[in-house]
DNA sequence: GAGTGGTCTAGACCACGAA
DNA sequence: TCGTGGTCTAGACCACTCG
C-alpha cells in the first residue's frame, strides 16, 4: 500500500494517469504478450485489489476497459474471461471514443493542396447550419497512409468564420485540423457526429484518388461541435473502395433487456 | 431515503432494473421533454443525491449514460452542461452498443429469400474460420423499413454447422438470426465485429434491389462470436447509396491525453 | 475561497453460477 | 454452500473553474 505522497510522485513519474488506466494498461499488455490464452480467467477482483494494492472500485474501473476495447467479458458467479488476446486495430480505422480521433490523425497524414475563403450558397448554408454569405474557410486534401503511395480519402473541410484565420495549415499536416483549432483559439470539440454513406465518385475526386470516374466509395462526413453545440467544422472524405475499411468491435456486457 | 426493503418492492414494480438506470431513465425524459435547454446546467452531483435519495455513486453512475447518450458533457469546476435535448435516432441506423443490435432488428424487418446448406470451399473457409468441406447453413434475403417498399439492404447470412438445424427462419422476421441462435440453442452473443466498405454491385445483388448493376452500395460485414471467440453468425449486408447511412455520436468526457 | 467533477477507499448486500 | 461480479453507501482528497 502507498501513502499519498508516494502516489503522487509515482504519478508524475508515470504522466499523471490515473491508477484504473496505469492498472487497465498493465493489465492489456499481460493479456496481448501472452500470459492469458483465450478463454483463460484473469484473477478475480479481490485477487486484484491485494495483487496491486488497490481498493476494488480501482479495479472494476480498469476491467471496464479491457471490456470496452473487446479483451475480456465478465459474468456473475464466473469471472472475468479473455476472448481476445489482441486489440483490433490496423492499417483500417477503428474509433470508439471522441479520443480516437486524435489517434487516427497521427497514424495517416493529411496534405492539405488547396485553402479559399468561400461565400456560402443557400443550400451550404443549409448543411453548414448557417446562414447564405456567410464567409467559411474551405480546404481541400488528400489522406496518406505510410504504407502506400496512394492516398486514402480526398477530403473536403469547411471551417466556420469564427476560425477561418486559422494559421500554417498548408502541406502536410500529422495533426488533425479540429486539434489545430482547439489550440490556435482556445475552443474544445465535445462532441463529433458521424454519418457514413457509400456514394460514386466525381471527375473530381476520381482524379484526386486516382481511379475511375463513377466508381464507388465510403463518404465519411463529421461534424464537430464545441460546448454550445455549434459547428465548428465539418469534413467530408471520400475513400476509394479496397484502400479503407471501418471497423468496429462491440462486446456485451451485461444481458439485454 | 428508503430501506432496503422498500427498494426492493420499487424495482419489482418497474422492472427490477438498477437504481441508476432508473434515474438515467428520469434524467433523460428530462431533458427530452424540455425541463432544460442547450447550455443549460443540471444540479450538481452533490444536489441530486439529496433530491433523489441515492449515493454519489449511484448519481455517477447514471450521469455516466448521459454522456455515453450525446446529451451532456461535464467538466471539472464547472458541471454538468446539456449539449442535445433529443436522443439521436433516425431511419438511420445508429449502433453504440452491442444491444442496439437487437433494437435494430426490430425496427425493420428481414425477409428472408432462399435457404440451403453449402459444402463451403477453401476461400469461403478462409473468411469463416473453418475448413474447406464443413458444412453451413447459407441464407439469402432483403430488410425493409416500414416507411419504403423497396428494401433497404440485400443480406448474405452463413450460419455455423452447429447451427444449421434452426427452424422457421424463413420469410418475414422482426427478430434477428442471431437472437433466434441464441433462443434456440442456448448460446450467447458475447462480441461482434463490423466491417464497413464500398463496393460495386453485383447484378444478382443489383436486381435484387432495384437498381443498376455496378452501383455502388455500402457494405456492413458483421461477424456474431460466442464466449469461446467461435463464429458463430457472418451477415454480409449491402445497402445501396441514398437508402441507408450508418450514423455515430461521440462525446467527449474528459480531455485525451 | 468556495464549489465542481475526477479519483479512490473500505466497507456492505445481492443474484447468480458452479461444485 | 461458496465465491463471483453487480450494485450501492458514506466517507475522503485532489485539480480545476470562477467570482
Same mark, same amino acid.
Given at each position: 500500500m502507498f501513502t499519498n505522497h508516494e502516489i503522487d510522485r509515482d504519478a508524475f513519474i508515470r504522466g499523471n494517469q490515473p491508477r484504473y488506466v496505469q492498472l487497465a494498461n498493465t493489465l492489456i499488455n499481460e493479456i496481448t504478450d501472452g500470459k492469458y490464452q483465450i478463454g483463460d480467467l484473469l484473477p478475480t477482483e479481490q485477487d486484484m485489489c491485494v495483487q496491486f494494492g488497490v481498493s476494488r472500485f480501482t479495479v472494476r474501473e480498469a476491467l471496464k476497459k479491457l471490456v470496452q476495447s473487446g479483451l475480456v467479458t465478465r459474468q456473475p458467479g464466473v469471472g472475468s474471461k479473455v476472448i481476445? =488476446?489482441?486489440?483490433?486495430?490496423?492499417?483500417s480505422q477503428n474509433i470508439m471514443d471522441i479520443s480516437d480521433f486524435y489517434r487516427y490523425a497521427t497514424d495517416t497524414s493529411l496534405v492539405i493542396q488547396s485553402s479559399e475563403i468561400i461565400t456560402i450558397t443557400a443550400e451550404q448554408a443549409d448543411m453548414l447550419e448557417g446562414s447564405a454569405g456567410e464567409t467559411w474557410l474551405f480546404l481541400i486534401g488528400n489522406r496518406f497512409s505510410e504504407?502506400?503511395?496512394?492516398?486514402i480519402s480526398y477530403t473536403e473541410i469547411w471551417i466556420n468564420p469564427a476560425f477561418?484565420?486559422?494559421?500554417?495549415?498548408?502541406?502536410?499536416?500529422?495533426?488533425a485540423i479540429h486539434s489545430e483549432i482547439e489550440k490556435q483559439?482556445?475552443? =474544445?470539440?465535445?462532441k463529433v457526429e458521424q454519418t457514413i454513406t457509400a456514394t460514386s465518385l466525381t471527375k473530381k475526386q476520381a482524379n484526386a484518388l486516382q481511379v475511375k470516374s463513377g466508381s464507388p466509395s465510403l463518404c465519411i462526413a463529421r461534424k464537430y461541435r464545441n460546448r454550445k453545440g455549434e459547428l465548428i467544422e465539418l469534413s467530408i472524405s471520400h475513400h476509394p473502395e479496397t484502400r479503407f475499411s471501418y471497423n468496429s468491435v462491440f462486446v456485451k456486457n451485461n444481458i439485454p433487456a
Open positions: 481476445s =488476446t489482441q486489440m483490433t486495430t490496423a492499417y504504407k502506400s503511395e496512394l492516398p477561418r484565420a486559422i494559421k500554417g495549415i498548408m502541406g502536410k499536416r500529422s495533426e483559439f482556445g475552443e =474544445t470539440v465535445v
